[in-house]
Every structure is written in structure tokens, then in C-alpha cells.
């Protein structure tokens, strides 16, 4: 038999279903002479294996035929296995990030307490600006009593009373204007109430102040035996004592309809109305409390 070629060697390795991994081949005697003189100087024959080229073919073709027959090893089974763990990955983070309505929470929580903080360092700066009110003057312009009857009938001396009451009011805050009410400004004879005035709502700006008139009148005013004592004349005119009472509310929007401060002030005059003194302004030094 003749030696094969090398062509003849693969196409059979090939095509054999069983192939060698390595195959020996009898060198010939060139080969042995050229293989002796690059070997030792002993000359022992060598066993020639396959070269790079089927070794690799080899190698190859035992690697896809183990990934056949093990679909994990499918290169678009492991790109979808990495692409899992890359999803798994990103929803472990999000489950174990923070959510954005967690955030959004601490947002509106946040703001929350801020604002309510500004909201009641507003409302603390602005108390101290009470305002300030006093009753300027005090002028009455009539004075009358008479015998009459009540709404019933019961005969009974009548009141009639007629007063100019001007009040100052200060507006003393820097920051803010006031809306302004007043109570009825009354006449007290003892428990008897003897005349009223209204002053009409107004609003104060900052930094700024106004007098208010209020006409304090009485007009048919039942005595009911308590005149006697009230009767006037040229030579013994009337002295009468009354007691001034009204109270101003005022509110202030600090920070609009959100921050609102609320001021009182009652204020209580004593005086005496002398027959006499018609038409004088009274004098009101150390008779009026301001609570």
C-alpha cells in the first residue's frame, strides 16, 4: 500500500463518525533525516502529530456540537440570561430605591413645615403692633329732660341727649394694614344706657392714622323716676354722670387670608356733663382706661 496523502488523511477524518482526536503517520525517509538533523544526534523516530489547522477544526467542531446538545450554551440563550439579571438587577434597585411619591411627600411635608414656621414667625412680629387709640374729644351739644310717656304709656320724665365723640386711631405696624370696626359708642346713666353712635368700617393703612367723629345721641330717653335727680336751671344747672364705653376690633392680613392678626381695644370714659358746659369740649385727662 501506498502512503496517503495529506488531503486524503483529512477528507477521511472528515468524513469518518468517529474522529481521532490525533493520528500517527510513518514518516518517510526525508522526513526522517530532516526530522534527525533538527532533532538530537540519536535519530529515534518521533511520533508526528496533527497539525494546528485539524487540531483547531477539531476543537471547533467538538464545541458546537456540545452546544447543541446543550441549549444553555446557545449564544442568544446567554445574551437573554444577562439581559435578565440586568433587568432583575434595575428592579432591586428600584424596590430598593425611593419612589418618586415618597418624594413628593417629603416635598409637600417639607413645605408644609416651613410655611407653618414663616406663618408663625409672621403672626408673632406683627402682635406688638397693637394699635393705638385714644378719644381725643368730647363735646355736648345739647342737654334736655321733659315729662313724656313711654312706647306703653307710663307718664315718665324723657331724655334727650346730643354729643360729638372724635376718637384718634394709629395705625402703628410696619408691614401691614388694618381693616377697623367699631363697637356703638354708648352713654351709660348708672345701668341706664342714654345714647349711641356708629362709626362705619375703615381700613388703616401702615405707618399711618386717623381721627373718626361719632355723633353719641339720645332722643326720647325713658327716666323712669330716675330724673329727679337730673332736673336743670340757670341757677341750678344739671350735673350729670355718664360713662363712655365702645370697643375697636381691627384684624390685619399679614400674609393675605392665610396669616391673619386680630387686635381689641375696650376703652371706658368716665365724665360729667355739667348745664353749664354746653357745647365746651370736656375735659377727658385721666378719666379714660384703655384695656
Same mark, same amino acid.
Given at each position: 500500500?501506498?502512503? +496517503? ?16 482526536? !490525533? ?7 526525508? %522526513?526522517?533525516?530532516?526530522?534527525? =538533523? ?9 511520533? !508526528? ?13 467538538? $464545541?458546537?456540537? @456540545? ?9 442568544? +440563550? ?17 424596590? &430598593? ?9 417629603? /416635598? ?9 414656621? =414663616? ?9 406688638? !403692633? ?16 321733659? @315729662? ?17 365723640? +372724635? ?19 354708648? /352713654? !351709660? ?44 336751671? +340757670? ?15 381691627? $384684624?390685619?392680613?399679614?400674609?393675605? &387670608?392665610?396669616? &391673619?392678626?386680630?387686635?381689641? $381695644? ?13 357745647? &365746651? ?9 384703655? %384695656?
Amino acid at each position: 500500500m501506498h502512503a +496517503k496523502s495529506d488531503s486524503e488523511v483529512t477528507s477521511i477524518a472528515m468524513s469518518s463518525p468517529h474522529r481521532p482526536l !490525533y493520528y500517527v503517520q510513518s514518516p518517510s525517509t526525508h %522526513d526522517v533525516e530532516k526530522m534527525s =538533523f533538527q532533532s538530537s544526534p540519536i535519530g529515534s523516530p518521533h511520533h !508526528y502529530h496533527c497539525s494546528p489547522i485539524h487540531h483547531s477544526r477539531e476543537s471547533s467542531t467538538t $464545541r458546537f456540537s @456540545a452546544s447543541l446538545k446543550n441549549p444553555k450554551n446557545w449564544p442568544w +440563550k446567554r445574551v437573554q440570561e444577562n439581559q435578565d439579571d440586568e433587568d432583575e438587577d434595575e428592579e432591586g434597585y428600584e424596590e &430598593k430605591g425611593l419612589s418618586p411619591r415618597f418624594y413628593a411627600f417629603c /416635598f409637600v411635608f417639607s413645605f408644609a413645615v416651613l410655611f407653618t414656621l =414663616f406663618s408663625l414667625i409672621l403672626w408673632g412680629a406683627s402682635k406688638p !403692633y397693637k394699635p393705638i387709640v385714644f378719644v381725643k374729644s368730647l363735646v355736648f351739644e345739647s342737654f334736655n329732660i321733659q @315729662a313724656g310717656t313711654d312706647d306703653t304709656g307710663v307718664p315718665t320724665k324723657m331724655l334727650h341727649i346730643n354729643s360729638t365723640v +372724635k376718637i384718634s386711631f394709629r395705625n402703628p405696624a410696619t408691614f401691614f394694614g388694618v381693616h377697623v370696626f367699631f363697637t356703638p359708642i354708648e /352713654f !351709660y346713666f348708672y345701668q341706664l344706657r342714654v345714647a349711641s353712635g356708629n362709626v362705619e368700617e375703615f381700613y388703616q393703612a401702615r405707618k399711618s392714622q386717623r381721627v373718626v367723629s361719632a355723633m353719641v345721641e339720645g332722643e326720647q330717653i325713658p327716666l323712669y323716676g330716675g330724673g329727679s335727680s337730673l332736673s336743670s336751671s +340757670k341757677d341750678n344747672p344739671a350735673s350729670v354722670p355718664l360713662t363712655l364705653i365702645f370697643t375697636v376690633r381691627s $384684624r390685619a392680613y399679614v400674609l393675605g &387670608k392665610l396669616v &391673619k392678626t386680630k387686635f381689641h $381695644r375696650t376703652v371706658r370714659c368716665s365724665v360729667t356733663l355739667k348745664g353749664n358746659g354746653l357745647g &365746651k369740649p370736656v375735659g377727658l385727662k385721666d378719666t379714660c382706661l384703655y %384695656d
